[in-house]
């Protein structure tokens, strides 16, 4: 079947378009996306589709980026298409953390995101051809993926609201050169491999043709033959897992920071078939760390060895700043959790993040944020403060001899053991109160009283915003302080 009989199947197949879509057509200047975008310019009509080329030069290969950049150009002409061209500046990508590889796709989602925004576009079609789909789902085997990894490139995918497509998912290298020579189109070679990803180059160029030559000519669509089955395989496994999170009480909440949190109940997890329960902890940590991250399989089992146990409390790191806590059998995945132990009798808070202290039973949330993102009075269990007044390092810690505070609405400065005798704080309470200091000062005694002198005013900049909050059910935790124990007699709360 001719190469635009097949895109023109695939796209009804996978329904990738819909009548009078706006698509981008992501052009490296390569032979499949320029084929590509020659192909759905000449079935765009039959949808009504309006075409949007998109180019980013990466300003990896000096001059060849600004050839390939040139010569996307000159086809858009040709095309009579739209196109958006993003230059990086050199050195930029190399300079970013993480793989040059990672980094330019990253950069390049954001700008064709960007792109869709600016002109209400729904999709974006990428060159992937069978010949990528082989090399990822080998470059996989060798890491020892599951099956969800082996299921390849999906022909469509969502992904942050926007909708990609591959239309070329089936075709062959060799079947779109061969289209590009028939249309005279003269691509630029291999424009779209950044030469640096070591693996994949080497997949291509010796494992692939080392297998087709030795072991099996059809090793390319015999893999993604195996992709295709896969896909469908791992699609039934994610209904299935999505019915085994709701099994484990699976529950989500906002942190005051406003991350997300997921928490589930641990017996009933372990008690899942492995291959269930390894894709519900890996959604958790996903839903936490953001859809780019899928942690691998000694961080799943780690945590799954851990989210059994019934005993006391315990804390994983795993990576991307994502932290397990399990309490009493309560799984709780959230980012940057710091277990604080106490020196010199004080908690020292984790800046940015949130910071448990087993010991009064409280979770503490600090985020810095500009002046203007915090208005109106703050909540009674929040403390904004002038992060540039702060005389020292936050950190919770319990009432010492000599306490002071210069206590808003009031002149001068005033004892805290006075301060909490004229609030009807109850001796026994007064002793495990918690208190944010800043270095030696009392800043914030909660549901009590704060301090006049770090409180954010006209000049204050930066805000550093503390809430408190009760650690999650369990005989250490319940009920000392936090949202409910921070609050001391109503209506002494400043
Ligand atoms: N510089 C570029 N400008 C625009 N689109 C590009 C560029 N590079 C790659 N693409 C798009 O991405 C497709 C795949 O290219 P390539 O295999 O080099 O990238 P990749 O990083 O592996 O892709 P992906 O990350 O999307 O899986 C190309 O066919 C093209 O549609």
New binding site residues.
């Given amino acids: 079947m001719p190469l635009l009989e097949r895109v023109r199947a695939e796209l009804v197949r996978h329904q990738m378009v819909l009548p009078g879509d706006r698509v981008i057509?992501?052009?490296?200047?390569?032979p499949?996306?320029v084929a590509?975008a020659h192909l759905l310019h000449r079935l765009a009509p039959e949808w009504g589709l309006s075409l949007h080329l998109?180019?980013?030069?990466?300003a990896l290969r000096g001059a060849a980026?600004r050839a390939?950049?040139a010569y996307?150009a000159e086809l858009a002409r040709s095309l009579s298409l739209p196109l958006t061209?993003?230059a990086l500046k050199a050195g930029e990508l190399e300079r970013e953390p993480g793989s040059l590889?990672?980094n330019?796709?990253r950069r390049?989602?954001a700008e064709?995101r960007r792109l869709a925004a600016a002109i209400g576009a729904q999709r974006?079609?990428?060159?992937?051809?069978r010949n990528?789909q082989a090399e990822?789902v080998l470059m996989r085997m060798l890491r020892g993926s599951g099956s969800t990894g082996l299921a390849g490139?999906p022909p469509v995918r969502e992904e942050g609201g926007l909708v990609?497509i591959?239309p070329?998912l089936t075709c062959t290298r060799a079947e779109i050169e061969e289209y590009c020579r028939a249309h005279k189109l003269a691509p630029r070679l291999d424009?779209?491999?950044?030469q640096q990803?070591f693996l994949?180059n080497r997949i291509r160029h010796e494992l692939l043709p080392l297998l087709a030559e030795r072991y099996d000519e059809a090793v390319v669509d015999h893999l993604a033959q195996m992709a295709e089955l896969l896909r469908e395989e791992d699609r039934l496994l994610a209904d299935l897992a999505q019915q085994a999170r709701a099994r484990c009480g699976w529950r989500e909440e906002r942190t005051p920071s406003g991350e997300l949190a997921v928490e589930l109940d641990g017996p009933r997890l372990v008690q899942e078939p492995p291959a269930l329960a390894r894709r519900v902890v890996r959604m958790a940590v996903q839903r936490v760390a953001g859809a780019e991250y899928a942690p691998g399989l000694p961080a799943v089992n780690r945590v799954l060895e851990l989210a059994g146990r019934t005993d006391g409390s315990h804390r994983l790191d795993l990576p991307q700043g994502v932290c397990l806590t399990v309490e009493y059998g309560r799984c709780r995945f959230a980012r940057t959790v710091g277990e604080s132990t106490p020196r010199d009798g004080q908690w020292q808070l984790v800046l940015g993040g949130e910071t448990r202290i087993p010991e009064l039973g409280l979770r503490v949330y600090t985020e810095v944020v500009p002046a203007a993102a915090v208005a109106g009075a703050e909540p009674p269990d929040e403390a904004w403060l002038d992060r540039d007044r702060l005389p020292g390092r936050l950190a919770i810690r319990l009432r010492q001899p000599g306490d002071r505070l210069w206590p808003v609405g009031m002149e001068g400065s005033k004892k805290l053991q006075d301060i909490l005798v004229d609030a009807k704080v109850p001796r026994a309470r007064r002793d495990r109160l918690p208190l944010l200091v800043a270095g030696d000062a009392v800043v914030w005694v909660p549901g009590v009283r704060r301090d006049r002198r770090f409180r954010p005013d006209a000049e204050t900049r930066t805000v550093l915003r503390v809430v408190l909050r009760s650690a999650p059910e369990g005989p250490m935790g319940a009920g000392t302080a936090g949202a409910s124990g921070c609050s001391g007699p109503s209506n002494m709360v400043h």
């Fill in positions: 057509v992501a052009v490296s200047g390569g499949d996306s590509l998109f180019h980013m030069d990466h980026s390939d950049a996307v061209t993003v590889e990672a330019a796709r390049r989602y064709i974006v079609a990428t060159g992937h051809s990528d990822t490139i990609i591959r070329l424009a779209s491999n950044l990803d994949r």
